[in-house]
Nanobody, 125 residues
Framework: QVQLLESGGGSVQAGGSLRLSCSSD???????VAWFRQRPGEARDRLAT???????TYADSAKGRFTISRDNAKRILYLQMDDLMPEDSGMYYC????????????????????WGQGTQVAVSS
């Protein structure tokens, strides 16, 4: 049983920043790991991914403002969010694919195997 635990969410005014963390009890360096956002009543949207070759991808809404990174030794995944906007509000989840050697991480939420409990982000105007 792989456990992921998000933290770092909160309330912030537009233009502010937050840094989300996702702690894993297993290695995160060799597989796809990702951040998703879900708004009430909507599907989970993929925002950022990083693969075992350290290549990253971003959704258009995140590119230029969000940065995904990880500390492999500490087994922590990060999402640095800058210049936040009200539309960035939602529940943020980290997710991990159990498979190694996968270098195409732009896949739907259903393809990811392990999920954290989520951390809430609220951006006010």
């Amino acid at each position: 049983q792989v456990q992921l635990l998000e933290s770092g969410g909160g309330s912030v005014q537009a233009g502010g920043s937050l840094r989300l963390s996702c702690s894993s009890d297993t290695d995160i360096s060799k597989s796809c790991v990702a951040w998703f956002r879900q708004r009430p009543g909507e599907a989970r949207d993929r925002l950022a991914t990083i693969d075992g070759r350290d290549q990253t991808t971003y959704a258009d809404s995140a590119k230029g403002r969000f940065t995904i990174s990880r500390d492999n030794a500490k087994r922590i995944l990060y999402l640095q969010m800058d210049d936040l906007m009200p539309e960035d509000s939602g529940m943020y989840y980290c997710a991990k694919d159990r498979r190694w050697g996968i270098y195409s991480c732009q896949r739907p939420a259903s393809d990811y195997d392990y999920w954290g409990q989520g951390t809430q982000v609220a951006v006010s105007s």
